[in-house]
Structure formats: structure tokens, C-alpha cells
């Protein structure tokens, strides 16, 4: 990690910037079986247009090694290229091993039917689940879910419309500073 970005202190070079030494030891790490650097060397190989085998099999790697992180990096990898149904099937995986934020993307994928059957009652139900910022585990989601219900509830598709529960959504998603939240509540006030 310090040759990916090099490390400086007070001005003074500690570490000088070596990507591709940061590579090789990247690469050796994984070959070891550190979970995090397969993820991160299958991360760069994935682009906005394709998910290599070479990803897969290392993202696969880390997630059975106990790196719930991989899978979600993996459905997002799928979700990139358009791949829904395999970005859910991972991002199930990773919300079974406790990658909270999978929640969201589920949740968002059943709203729509993209890449799994159109559920609205369980995609509504699992938005509520988040929302709610009593649950500790689940706070730092909580204002996020709280936007997507307001932008539905307020457009009424594909749920029934009511505008005053989204703008009350917006203004407490707003209070729990999220910044779309506040954007799109100066477009309605």
C-alpha cells in the first residue's frame, strides 16, 4: 500500500511511489492468500465493459477465504456491465455474509425487476429495514434508503404516490446530512 501512493511525512519522502513494486507485492500477497489483495488486483482488472475470468476466480477466492467485501466488489464489477442477475445472485451472497450494504442494491433491483423478479412489497420492506437508524449496524445506510423511498413515494411509481411521506423522508434523510437528500428538497421547496 505505501508504494501505491508513496508515504511522505513533514514533507519528507519515506516511501517513494513504486506502482509497479506495489503491483508485484500485490500480486504476492494474493498468491499467499491475503483476501484483500485479491480483491483489490481483481478490482483492477474488471473495467465498465467486462468482467475478466481472472476477476472472478480471485474475487470468488477472497469471498470464500471470509472477505465479504469481494462479493460485493463483484456484484458491483456485474452491475457495471449490466449483468443484473449475476450482480444479484453476489450481492446476495455478500448480504448473507453480512455485507450490509448489499441491502440496498437488492432492494433497488427488486423495485425494478432488473435481474430478478420485479418485487415492489419486499424491495419496499427491505428500504424500510434500512431506513430505520435505530438499527446501529445498519445507520450509515439508513439515509440512502430513506432517498430512494421519497424519490418513489413522490413520483408514485411503481409504488402509489404520496408526496408529503417523501418529502418527509427527504427532510429527515436531510437532517442525517445526505447531501441528494438536500439537493432534491430544494427542488420541491
Do not use: C
Not at 500477497?29 to 481472472?54: F, K
Not at 411509481?157 to 446530512?177: M, Q, T, Y
Amino acid at each position: 500500500m505505501l508504494h501505491t501512493d508513496g508515504l511522505t511525512r513533514d514533507g519528507i519522502v519515506l516511501v517513494k511511489r513504486d506502482r509497479a513494486l506495489a503491483r508485484r507485492l500485490y500480486v504476492k500477497a494474493s498468491d499467499l492468500g491475503d483476501p484483500w489483495a485479491m480483491t483489490l488486483i481483481a478490482g483492477s482488472l474488471t473495467s465498465s465493459t467486462r468482467v475478466p475470468r481472472e476477476a472472478v476466480r480471485l474475487f470468488s477466492r477472497a469471498f470464500r477465504a471470509g472477505y465479504s467485501t469481494a462479493a460485493y466488489n463483484l456484484a458491483n464489477a456485474y452491475q457495471n456491465i449490466g449483468s443484473w442477475r449475476s450482480a444479484v445472485a453476489w450481492y446476495k451472497k455478500a448480504l448473507g455474509a453480512g455485507e450490509v450494504s448489499a441491502l440496498l442494491q437488492i432492494a433497488h433491483a427488486e423495485m425494478f425487476g432488473l435481474g430478478t423478479r420485479q418485487n415492489i412489497p419486499s424491495a419496499m420492506k427491505r428500504l424500510e429495514q434500512l431506513a430505520n437508524p435505530r438499527r446501529r449496524r445498519w445507520r450509515d445506510f439508513s439515509s440512502d434508503a430513506m432517498v430512494v423511498m421519497a424519490q418513489v413515494l413522490i413520483d408514485g411509481w411503481p409504488v402509489k404516490r404520496n408526496f408529503r411521506e417523501g418529502i418527509r423522508l427527504l427532510r429527515h434523510a436531510a437532517r442525517l446530512d445526505n447531501d441528494l437528500a438536500k439537493r432534491l428538497l430544494e427542488h420541491f421547496e
